[in-house]
């Protein structure tokens, strides 16, 4: 009214004393007089008595409003608008006859009140003509697919064909419309006939002001940018015009000067989420949709831009769905998060001169840039320093809310809102931790650019808008292992054999390779009911769109070629849309397209990761020929082929003479020497050749030494009752083929003489089909046991350091040994269940809660027989452990973030930069022992030589000493006879 009033005052002096008249106080008081003269002269001839439909002026309104068609002035300064029912009549057929007494529900000044449902003005019924709006124009005139639950237009199909219609025939036929539920009973036992009646005078209405009253005439476009120009907060000094509506959503996204000019607040969150207010996802909506809200939440509303065309420039370069748009949003994820050294200003002892780890906030990142995009990133190079005043402004911003809604009752107010801007000044204990002293826990000054600002906000936006609703979370209230994350529920059929992907991943590739053609589809409920793609694929596998010919790849466990569906990547040809498979099995497929792909603009292949990961493709199954294929590549776990020569192994046979070589390793996969680094990798590495897998041994043959590897003889042999090679193995080394790892075993943790030596029963009772346990031949064989140690893992941690996704090195953990050469991210082999690292004084066992450590039964160990060289008995136990960062889309990776604050490179004993953790993903035991069948082969061979060579001697020397006895008698009796000859005196 009072704007009306100014309005009228400034027409009136225009007209009576010209335009080129300077105004004094004179000229405004004569005015004024003149102005309330007339005023009285209209109200007491036109108005009274003023609640009476007796009136001219009223007659005259609802004449107008019924019946007229053509623009009437709707102001003082004399623009036109078209208000009247009477043009719906004229230009869209609305037959419905109406009465005085209803137009006077809907225009009547006087009967603006909450009771009242058809009023035209008060605010409590605008949302309603509003959804009845929406109704006529993206419902009624829809196509048969509109689903309404896909819409934002929650109570739109309410307001359209109950409420609004009720409240027009209830005051049309003289029902009370006080009580709505009463209202709306009556309403619905009506014919479908007088129902249609209202529904269509609703809707007629409805589009009346919703879309007549604007666009017809001007006269809403003056009165909007006059307004907010008007009503601008002070330090805005931009000017609004008509046509150019792109700038209100800047400027509110800027600095919210719009809802501040409209309801005094600065966010569209704060608004009731109704009618016109209702639109875009509820996710959105909550989750603040203006930068300046994320300014308001940081505590620096100085961070606020008040140039619409600074707002333009910053928003459209965020926006942006090309290759430079996704640079620039990593540029400030990057600097945002990344604490790169200067060697001045250190946070946590870290920041020196080379040094560079993730931070939550690198809030003296330089956020600058070259480029097209230059303009954009100089916005964001703009600081602010903290302040107790920032504070309060903050803190202002929740009384006013709570102001307009308690003490002005501005029903547009969403009071439960009004606490998201409530700082610690007021509420200590759950408002934002901005105060007279500090904000969020560092002191005032503390600076920040505003690319931090925006940094935090597309986090936060991506976390709880993308990643919380429907990727990893079938919502923020239900958000278990079931949908994607850092960690999700999978089979173990998946993991291992069949591969396994998540929405995490494909969500990725869309993101990554969509602007290159590439699309990602699931086979089976591809989109959900409202058109939106669902990332979460079951068995049926994925489709792989092609660009070009848009033909559907299927990648599905059942249905695509192994060789294809576990291929390393995709490559593909963007020009054409054709496949390419450089490593297929068919030999001369995988040569031909590795020609092609050399042959071919670089620019137009492009390489996709596999979506799907196993670790042990396919090895449950009987597919000879694909295994045979697979295991030649030797991709360690889905790592990436031609890491090796060849896929031929060579082991000694013997022939060169030398027993000690016998069934051990010459070559592995074509090297004699395994490579575990590279530069691009680790730094610090001690040998480029890497390891010698000379003295490993694919089936536990160690050195045998035969007669003189005997525990004990039977009897003394040479002097000596043990063979004096018995003790002589010091540290046989157990090699892991499918990690390509030797290790070193000891006895070195074994105390006692009976840990280390002992006699075992063969056959060990296993439950083998070749063993009759109910009546076994139980023989005995003396072994050494030889177990895994510290020292079996030191060479793999002192070879390289490797480097984490920062480039910083880190140490790798006791008991474990990295593979990351070979798998192409960060996995570990680790002892079974990191019991290792906590026996051997390592920190990282703890990081990760609920696993049982039993070094008797997790570590891995050889039962070692001298004799013979072989391993009697025998188990592999490893686990495969990834590494985990912190990081910008992580940085939450640990159930108590006071275990390490990042930057830091005081973490789990100095061994890294940042916050991290080794999680295991499986382990495995690998256990042989000697079968019954073999062992009584080498026993009836080997063992039982001693107790045969004294069978023989005891046999020999009892006949010897019966021939002896024999013989000795013999050569008593021929002596005694011979004397007895001799003494007889022969007489001739």
């Known amino acids: 009214a009072q704007s009306m009033y100014d309005d009228f005052l400034e027409q009136f002096m225009l007209t009576t004393y010209g335009s080129s008249t300077t105004f004094t106080t004179v000229h405004y008081q004569a005015a004024q007089t003149a102005m309330t003269a007339i005023a009285r002269f209209i109200g007491v001839s036109w108005l009274y008595p003023y609640y009476t439909l007796s009136n001219q002026l009223q007659l005259q309104a609802y004449k107008e409003f019924i019946n007229t068609y053509t623009p009437v002035i709707c102001s003082p300064t004399m623009l036109t608008c078209v208000w009247q029912f009477g043009y719906m009549s004229r230009y869209f057929n609305a037959s419905f006859t109406m009465s005085n007494t209803l137009a006077a529900t809907m225009i ?228 945002g998060s990344t604490l790169i050294g200067d060697g001045v200003n250190l946070v946590n002892n870290v920041g020196d001169l080379g040094e560079v780890a993730f931070t939550p906030e690198a809030n003296l990142g330089n956020f600058s840039c070259t480029g097209e995009l230059a303009p954009a990133c100089d916005l964001l190079t703009s600081v602010q320093s903290s302040s107790s005043g920032q504070c309060a402004s903050v803190n202002s911003l929740y009384t006013a809310c709570f102001r307009e809604y ?162 390393p990547h995709y490559v593909i040809d963007k020009s054409t849309g054709e496949m390419l498979w450089p490593y297929a099995k068919n030999s001369t497929l995988a040569a031909v397209d590795q020609a092609q792909i050399l042959s071919s603009d670089t620019s137009n292949i492009i390489f996709v990761p596999n979506p799907f990961w196993a670790a042990y493709p396919a090895w449950d199954t009987n597919q000879s020929d694909f295994l045979k294929y697979y295991q030649c590549t030797k991709r360690m776990y889905a790592g990436n082929p031609g890491l090796f020569t060849s896929c031929e192994q060579t082991i000694y046979t013997g022939t060169d003479g030398i027993a000690e070589n016998m069934l051990q390793l010459k070559s592995f996969y074509g090297n004699e020497t395994i490579k575990s680094f590279d530069t691009s990798i680790a730094t610090n590495m001690s040998s480029l050749e890497g390891f010698n897998v000379e003295g490993s041994t694919l089936n536990q043959q160690y050195t045998p030494y035969y007669w003189s590897g005997f525990v004990s003889y039977p009897y003394d042999y040479l002097g000596v009752q043990q063979g004096v090679n018995y003790s002589t193995m010091k540290h046989p080394v157990m090699f892991n083929k499918d990690a390509v790892l030797s290790l070193s075993l000891t006895q070195e943790p074994l105390i006692f003489n009976y840990q280390r030596e002992f006699t075992v029963a063969i056959p060990f009772t296993t439950g083998s089909a070749d063993v009759n346990e109910d009546n076994p031949q139980y023989v005995s064989a003396s072994v050494r046991r030889f177990v895994e140690y510290s020292t079996s893992w030191q060479q793999y941690r002192s070879l390289a350091t490797p480097l984490d996704s920062y480039g910083m090195g880190y140490r790798i953990p006791l008991g474990m040994a990295s593979l990351q050469r070979f798998t192409g ?164």
């Open 108 to 335: 009547d000044l006087t009967q603006e009140v909450n009771t009242n449902p058809n009023s035209l003005y008060i605010d409590a019924a605008a949302p309603g003509w509003y959804n009845s709006y929406l109704y006529r124009t993206q419902v009624f005139a829809a196509s048969d697919d509109f689903n309404i639950d896909c819409t934002n237009y929650g109570d739109t199909l309410s307001d359209a064909l109950i409420a609004r219609p009720a409240g027009l025939w209830g005051s049309d036929t003289g029902v009370n419309t006080v009580n709505k539920t009463a209202l709306h009973k009556k309403y619905s036992v009506l014919s479908q006939t007088v129902k249609n009646k209202y529904i269509m005078l609703a809707s007629n209405i409805s589009y009346l002001i919703q879309h007549v009253y604007r666009t017809e005439t001007d006269f809403h476009d003056q009165f909007v940018v006059k307004y907010l120009n008007k009503f601008r907060d002070a330090n805005f000094t931009h000017t609004f015009t008509v046509g150019n509506w792109s700038e209100l959503g800047l400027a509110q996204w800027g600095g919210g000067f719009v809802t501040y000019a409209l309801e005094n607040v600065r966010t569209t969150k704060q608004i009731v989420r109704d009618g016109m207010w209702n639109f875009g996802q509820d996710r959105y909506h909550i989750n603040f949709l203006e930068y300046a809200s994320w300014c308001v939440r940081q505590g620096f509303p100085y961070h606020w831009i008040y140039s619409v065309d600074d707002s333009r420039t910053l928003l459209n370069a965020l926006a942006r769905n090309d290759s430079l748009g996704v640079s620039f949003r990593e540029h400030i994820f990057y600097r």
């Open 406 to 567: 308690v003490f002005l009752q501005n029903r547009w107010i969403a009071n439960s809102y009004c606490s998201d801007f409530e700082t610690s000044i007021t509420n200590p204990s759950k408002g934002i931790p901005c105060d007279t002293v500090q904000v969020y826990g560092n002191s005032h000054p503390y600076q920040k650019s505003r690319g931090n600002v925006v940094y935090q906000m597309l986090y936060s936006l991506t976390y709880l808008t993308n990643l919380q609703y429907g990727l990893w979370c079938e919502s923020p209230a239900s958000c278990g292992f079931n949908y994607g994350g850092m960690f999700v529920n999978a089979t173990v059929q998946d993991v291992l054999f069949e591969g396994f992907t998540d929405s995490s991943i494909l969500y990725f590739l869309q993101k990554e390779y969509g602007e290159e053609g590439l699309q990602f589809e699931c086979v089976t409920d591809a989109y959900d009911v409202c058109g939106v793609k669902s990332y979460h694929c079951n068995e049926d596998g994925v489709y792989m769109i092609l660009p070009q010919t848009s033909e559907r790849y299927l990648m599905a466990y059942q249905s695509t070629p192994h060789d294809e569906y576990f291929a």
């Open 825 to 988: 991210f960060p996995v570990f082999v680790d002892t079974a269940k990191s019991y290792g690292n906590e026996e051997w004084g390592g920190f990282e066992y703890s990081m990760v809660q609920g696993l049982s450590r039993d070094r008797l039964n997790q570590r891995t160990y050889i039962d070692y027989d001298p004799v013979t060289g072989r391993a009697i008995r025998s188990a592999l136990r490893q686990q495969i452990t990834f590494r985990v960062e912190a990081s910008a889309i992580f940085p939450i990776a640990f159930s108590s973030q006071q275990r390490c604050v990042a930057p830091t490179k005081r973490y789990a004993e100095s061994s890294g930069y940042g916050c991290f953790a080794y999680v295991p993903l499986l382990w495995y035991e690998d256990a042989r022992t000697i079968d019954r069948k073999t062992y009584f082969r080498w026993h009836d061979h080997f063992y039982t030589r001693p107790d045969r060579g004294q069978v023989l001697t005891m046999s020999g020397l009892i006949t010897a000493s019966l021939l002896i006895t024999i013989g000795s008698c013999l050569f008593v009796n021929e002596a005694y006879q011979r004397r007895k000859f001799h003494s007889r005196v022969y007489i001739d």
